[in-house]
């Protein structure tokens, strides 16, 4: 009899129960077609502040800015036929966990049963108001963000500043050298990309950049922007004294995460996003699970057991299409069905004629180690230790043997990694890979995934006995 109560409450929510997802990009869409997909055929409301169908984020910085593709041209596939009330162009501004309503900028109040926070991050805008009007200064988020630099870099402007060498802002050095465009980066810390793969990946890929014709400025900042008199950006003032001329200047300066509208709903949220257990239930300010409010893509902060529960928000495609799928099964389903979402983050980057891919937490990690292929022909893969096991791994124009680090990570296996079947680097010493210092993090538990779905993980403890 209790079995047979519990399916009646399941299909009841399942016919009756109103949900309303916030956010409408990846994560939000994928969640949608998962909730249509597992039975759930009541109210669905999809709330987003953009005027544009759900759309693909990483061509943006590639293949837009080439001209290969045109930014309204990269709507998201969909998977599946979605009955929803679409909300588009129009903020979400509060939550009222009291009667369950979500407060739009237009006055309308939406009601839910379960909600489901996917509205990810926005460009940090350049810090100066005034300078950001200029016309010539640009940041890259969204697809009329790609549509208006397009256009600049079209227009063959005599000098672009690129302000940040992370991911993006390396793709679009790349991509202006691609279109014999004369590109200054301008970096405050040591190299490219030294915030996600370390200083020793930072040398490689500083030395690629300035192979391909690259101005880049390392332990410089840029501190102010100065226009002409018809407002169009003209020079741009550096750190250390000296002065660009430039016609385009493009702030690539990280992102900030969407969670002001949440403000007095008291949830845990905040700038580094919205925390939530690893089936993406929310917590409350307290750190109470709630059990009608989700989380998922790069707003979602999750403890992840391979690097010592630590809270991580990951900025990745994968964690955003897996993550919603997981979120909304979750949704619709009793605790004994409930899964975790515990991806292994990946990321994949295409800069200088060089496809870099990557698996695993490289900031977790004090030391790197060249495990395969050649540094001076920009095709190897190296591999990220902490503690005695590996929890990262990175590879130049060698991503076939990605799969195989991802395999070692989720096993928690050994650091230095064993040597692989063939076409070992020389040398196989592990080096400090000067990342740089948050803060020391906690030991970890000797935790392995299993499973083969992503959507389908979990973690088990793995006894070793102690070296003495």
Not at 186 to 214: C, F, K, N, S, T
Not at 323 to 329: N, S
């Amino acid at each position: 009899m209790k079995a047979e109560l519990v399916a009646e409450v399941v299909t009841e929510f399942k016919t009756n129960g109103r949900i309303v997802i916030v956010g409408a990009s990846l994560a939000g869409l994928r969640a949608a077609e998962t909730l249509r997909d597992e039975g759930f055929n009541g109210p669905l409301t999809i709330i987003g502040d953009e005027k544009q169908e759900p759309y693909d984020r990483p061509p943006l910085s590639k293949q837009v800015l080439k001209g290969l593709a045109r930014a309204d041209h990269t709507l998201l596939p969909r998977m599946r036929k979605v009955d929803a009330d679409w909300r588009l162009g129009v903020a979400a501004t509060g939550l009222d966990r009291g009667t369950k309503q979500v407060r739009l900028a237009n006055g309308d109040q939406v009601p839910f049963d379960r909600l489901l926070i996917a509205t990810g991050t926005r460009s940090r805008p350049w810090f100066n108001s005034k300078e950001a009007a200029l016309e010539g200064v640009f940041t890259l988020r969204t697809a009329d963000d790609a549509g208006r630099l397009r256009a600049a870099l079209a227009a063959e402007p005599g000098r672009v500043l690129i302000v940040g060498a992370g991911f993006i802002g390396s793709e679009m050095a790349s991509v202006c050298r691609e279109l014999g465009l004369a590109v200054t980066v301008a970096e405050r810390a040591e190299g490219p990309l030294v915030g996600a793969l370390g200083g020793v990946i930072g040398d490689i890929a500083a030395e690629m950049q300035r192979d391909h014709g690259v101005d880049l400025r390392t332990g410089v900042s840029v501190e102010a922007l100065e226009g002409d008199a018809q407002g169009h950006v003209r020079r741009a003032r550096l750190s250390d004294g000296s002065t660009l001329d430039v016609d385009v200047v493009v702030a690539s300066l990280g992102s900030i995460r969407n969670t002001e509208w949440l403000e007095g709903a008291g949830l845990a949220t905040g700038r580094w996003g919205v925390a939530c257990d690893a089936g993406c239930r929310v917590f409350d300010i307290n750190g109470v699970v709630t059990d009608s409010i989700f989380v998922a893509g790069d707003i979602a902060r999750a403890p992840h057991v391979l690097y010592g529960y630590q809270f991580l928000v990951q900025e990745h495609w994968d964690n955003a299409d897996i993550g919603g799928r997981v979120a909304a099964h979750n949704m619709v389903s009793l605790e004994p069905q409930r899964r975790p979402h515990l991806p292994l983050p990946a990321f994949w980057s295409g800069q200088f004629g060089v496809n870099i891919k990557g698996v695993g937490v490289g900031p977790f990690a004090d030391e790197i180690v060249i495990t395969q292929g050649s540094v001076k022909d920009r095709r190897f893969a190296a591999a990220y230790g902490h503690q005695g096991r590996i929890v990262a791994a990175v590879t130049f124009n060698h991503g076939k043997w990605l799969e195989y680090y991802g395999a070692l990570i989720e096993r928690s296996a050994p650091f230095p990694p064993p040597p692989p079947g063939y076409d070992q680097a020389n040398g196989m010493e592990p080096i400090p890979a000067r990342f740089p210092k948050p803060g020391v993090p906690t030991g970890n538990p000797d935790v392995v995934l299993t499973g083969h779905d992503p959507t389908e993980r979990g973690a088990e403890y793995e006894y070793r006995p102690k070296k003495r």
